[in-house]
């Protein structure tokens, strides 16, 4: 690969690469909480007023979770939030009981039983080891009627970018932010526009 240098002093030269790098992170990124905070409160979700939103998300999403707070409060609803440390999944795989595992609370359907819309944020971390798939498995089967009764909801999952996610890209948090914004038509005047274009074509092809 080519590499240009610019002479900075005498004593001190910088590659392009390094350079441009260091100019792309002075630009501001295309993703903003707020602009995706308010994509998912109207369009996605159609948040209404006295509705109750559960938002569920580590705290990696924190500057998202905040503006989508906000954006649900404003439009009347009444938002939970049901926040995670990262690893907090994997903590709970490892180290619970078999009647935890094998066992379903009634307040875990009953909280999905009086929630109109749920939320998943997914926050890219990085994999841990020691994390048996059949203990996963295992919760997952007990926590199917709640799995269900979500599915008969209006549902939403979207992705918060994580150093993490990044990193699993091959790119920097810049770079990867700026994917994400785009593939959410962020960097749009109007994202909604650009998702009803997405459904507009979708319907087109299922009528083939």
Sequence with gaps: MNCILFKQRPDQTVSRASFCAEMSSMTASLYDPMKHAELLASY???????????????????????ALHRALLIRGARPV?????????????R????????????????????????????????????????RRARHARTMSPVAQL?????????????????????????????????AMFLDLPNPAAGWAAVRERQATLIER
């Design 44 to 66: 996605c979700l159609d948040a209404g007023a006295g509705q109750r939103i559960q938002v569920t998300a580590t705290t990696l999403a924190l500057p998202l979770v905040e």
């Design 81 to 93: 939030l049901r926040l995670e440390y990262p690893g907090q999944q994997g903590d709970f795989y």
């Design 95 to 134: 180290h619970a009981s078999a009647e935890l595992l094998d066992s379903l609370h009634t307040g875990d359907l009953a909280d999905m039983e009086h929630t109109d819309a749920p939320l998943r944020i997914l926050t890219p971390q990085d994999a841990v080891q020691g994390s048996d798939p059949e």
């Design 150 to 182: 979500r599915s008969q909801r209006r549902w939403c999952v979207t992705l918060s970018p994580t150093e993490a996610g990044a990193r699993a890209a091959s790119m920097t948090l810049a770079e990867y932010q700026d994917f994400v914004a785009r």
